[in-house]
């Protein structure tokens, strides 16, 4: 067996996630106030986990949190402290060779810190030194888009619509988005196709579904607590249809820890009805197979069709011409496989249909979610009680940033209602997107970057490009808790800001302060810290944005920074100002526990398309002759990213990845046995991989370990991060940005 290898066969969740929850807490030394932190997780007068964006249920228990959850919270609740004696006692140089999880195992940032390149080190700033020093150096840029502004799906809607409002006063619309990497293809398809860019399901909407569709994502690492809404719906007898090219554990067995029976008897609750383990990047043809059928078997519906879609007949057309053939080797799933699914489609009376990053991040994904709709377009899926689309997203308020006018691509009512309410002229020239940014940062039209959280170097692909490109710029701002690898990708001019966790006290003018978050399925409600921060010069992001404004523009004659920042009742009026339809009362209703939803006119079959209609369409490659990864090439195999449960996106919180059997290691690629042995790869051996079609810029992984797993021919699966050198920058879904990192085409090799 290979170290660190070993088959997990306990059910997901269960007394090793209790454990985990207590090691989590202990490795932080926050046992007593992490663990008094949790208490408060998800609660109505608590703060909102930090972790993903499933909704809250309307009755929460004494422990709404989950051991990913309990985790994100020990992080930020630790007692570890990267104070400016800590963290200038190394070298920028020699951080570097740390690992991500040793970087932020620091602890939380305590002050200010400014790059000195004279000595290769994090220095103590004051705050007036730091929103100073950035303030000129802003006005000191030849034009406004030489800057980009990104945030990270963690900012509140407060800090998030500070910023863009800091933004366009400055001038551009670049604000690059931890979106564009993630969910992007949703936001563009399903706007396209229903009016509204967000899912259309509520979580009550669960209770009624009696099948549940779930395409590419892994609920019991990625967003644990979904695993109680489909354990109550396994056990009510839904149908539960799994599509992922691996077989993850939680959706196969899963064991509530708030359930005594499951406890003691140490069983669990089968989660999946079927598991279909398909091809890497085989979705699109799972799809065209499934509507096929259907639509061959005349199990549509007719009546909602005819009322409320158009574009049928092209959709009918499109996937007729599609021959099995193509389907079953595309899919890697076999006809009767696709029959069955269908039958159980067919049966079924109220489907939701749900998918993560397995989907979003593929070239084609936009018009790849558009398929997804499609067939619940055929049954008349969408908008009734038990129906609907739901996309999972990542970050906690990812989709409030957004909500907020966090985008590089505002629509003209956007802008318009900005100008209405602020009175200053709107830049309305498009941004950038992540990938857009990091190309102008090479090219050098791009000067400075200020990023509201996140990690952004790592988290993008292609760091043999990404991270000189930041190295060029002028001025680097990090807004963050702890230290990490994008901060050490030092501008001539770089300054790391301290900020609040979501966990602690945000006192502002004397009075404690709520900010707002907005979850998958468009409920928004407060989220209000009760811990003591981490130390007494953090700043909460409000109060830094409104100050860094406040260097820049000096006294203002639109926006008031300094009330902003000190209020953030009055930042929520602004907001209810600029979206009228969308915060109607909006302070008020945030102070109703639970918070309120926001209008989801496709829960009512409202389409707010140019037709007024929902839009059937059919699948569109971006580019046809390439829509094969592999490109034809039968040496090509192709790989897809993965999150460990030890881990959120780049945050790293431990080696181990118990559900899929690894402890202490996260330099492992799975593959088939019989690809591994096509190459004369044992089990253990030690591997290189490299980009199949690298455009002249090698981009490699070497010395990595093979190991056996159940998958699909053909297909490789290894960790994000680790595994994004082997993504170029240009392999992305043209019309949303998102990167391609489920399905790199790759050549693998035994290691030299």
Not at 184 to 199: F, H, I, R
Not at 396 to 418: C, F, H, W, Y
Request: negative net charge; contains cysteine.
């Amino acid at each position: 067996m290979t170290k660190g290898i070993k088959d997990y066969t306990h059910p997901a969740g269960g007394w090793d996630a209790l454990k985990a929850v207590a090691g989590a807490l202990t490795d932080q030394d926050t046992v007593a106030k992490g663990g008094r932190a949790l208490l408060d997780a998800n609660q109505p007068d608590g703060f909102d986990c930090p972790g993903c964006a499933w909704p809250d249920p309307k009755h929460t228990s004494s422990f709404e949190f989950c051991e990913n959850g309990a985790k994100a919270v020990a992080w930020e609740t630790t007692s570890h402290r990267a104070t400016p004696e800590v963290v200038g006692a190394h070298t920028v140089a020699e951080l570097w060779t740390w690992s991500d999880h040793d970087l932020e195992n620091l602890g939380r940032l305590t002050e200010p810190l400014r790059y000195d390149p004279a000595t290769d080190r994090f220095q103590r700033a004051s705050w007036d030194e730091a929103t100073t020093a950035i303030g000129a150096a802003l006005r000191a840029l030849e034009n406004p888009n030489q800057c980009e502004f990104y945030a990270s799906g963690r900012a509140s809607n407060e800090a998030a619509f500070l910023f863009q409002t800091f933004g366009r006063r400055f001038g551009t619309n670049n604000f690059p988005d931890c979106s564009n990497m993630c969910h992007e293809p949703t936001s563009v398809g399903l706007a396209e196709q229903l009016g509204l860019g967000k899912g259309s399901v509520s979580l009550e909407d669960f209770d009624h579904a009696d099948c549940i569709l779930s395409f590419g994502h892994n609920p019991g690492t990625n967003h644990p607590r979904m695993m109680t809404t489909l354990r109550d719906a396994a056990r009510r007898g839904a149908a539960i249809l799994v599509f992922n090219p691996m077989r993850e554990r939680a959706l196969e067995k899963f064991a509530s820890p708030q359930d005594p029976v499951e406890m003691l008897t140490l069983t669990g609750t089968d989660i999946a009805s079927r598991y279909y383990q398909l091809k890497v990047g085989g979705d699109v043809a799972v799809l065209t197979g499934l509507m096929k059928l259907l639509i061959e078997r005349d199990a549509l519906d007719h009546d909602f069709i005819a009322r409320h879609t158009t574009g049928f007949e092209a959709l009918a057309a499109h996937v007729a011409a599609a021959d099995w053939a193509w389907i079953e080797a595309r899919s890697g799933l076999a006809r009767a496989d696709l029959e069955e699914a269908a039958d159980i489609y067919q049966r079924s009376k109220a489907i939701i249909l749900c998918y993560g990053m397995g989907l979003t991040q593929h070239r084609s994904a936009s018009s790849l979610v558009q398929q997804l709709v499609n067939l619940l377009l055929l049954g008349g899926h969408i908008g009734r009680p038990g129906a609907g689309i739901c996309p999972l997203r990542g970050h906690s308020n990812v989709q409030g940033d957004r909500t907020v006018g966090i985008t590089e691509k505002p629509s003209p009512a956007l802008l318009a209602s900005m100008q209405r309410v602020f009175g200053f002229a709107q830049p309305t020239a498009h941004g950038h997107t992540v990938a857009e940014a990091i190309e102008a940062m090479r090219e050098g039209t791009v000067k400075a970057m200020i990023a509201l959280g996140g990690n952004f170097a790592v988290a993008a692909p292609d760091p043999t490009l990404t991270y000189p490109a930041l190295k060029k710029l002028d001025l680097t701002v990090n807004i963050a808790t702890k230290l990490n690898r994008t901060h050490l990708l030092t501008g001539k001019q770089a300054w790391v800001l301290p900020c609040l966790g979501r966990t602690e006290i945000d006192v502002q003018s004397g009075e404690r302060q709520s900010v707002t978050v907005e979850d998958s399925m468009s409920m928004v409600h407060a989220s209000r810290g009760m811990r003591q921060p981490a130390s007494e010069h953090l700043r909460s992001e409000p109060w830094i944005v409104a100050r860094m404004a406040l260097a820049t523009f000096g006294e203002d004659p639109h926006v008031d920074w300094l009330s902003l920042g000190a209020d953030y009742d009055r930042v929520r009026e602004l907001i209810e100002q600029v979206f009228p339809d969308q915060f109607g009362n909006y302070n008020d209703r945030i102070r109703t526990p639970g918070g309120f939803r926001l209008p989801v006119p496709t829960s009512e079959r409202v389409w707010t398309t140019p037709s007024g209609k929902a839009a059937f369409l059919p699948y569109v490659a971006d580019d046809a002759a390439v829509d094969d990864p592999t490109r034809g090439d039968p040496e090509v195999l192709l790989l897809t990213t993965l999150r460990s449960h030890d881990q959120y996106n780049t945050t790293i919180y431990g080696l181990n990845d118990r559900y899929r059997g690894v402890k202490g290691r996260r330099d492992v690629v799975f593959a088939h046995a019989d690809d591994l042995a096509a190459r004369g790869i044992s089990d253990g051996d030690r591997i290189d991989l490299a980009c199949a079609f690298d455009g002249g810029v090698e981009r490699t992984l070497k010395g990595f370990t093979a190991v056996v797993k159940d998958m699909p021919r053909g297909c490789l699966a290894a960790y994000y991060p680790e595994a994004n050198p082997l993504l170029a920058l240009s392999e992305r879904d043209r019309r949303s940005g998102t990167p391609a990192y489920k399905s790199m085409p790759v050549r693998m090799t035994k290691a030299r």
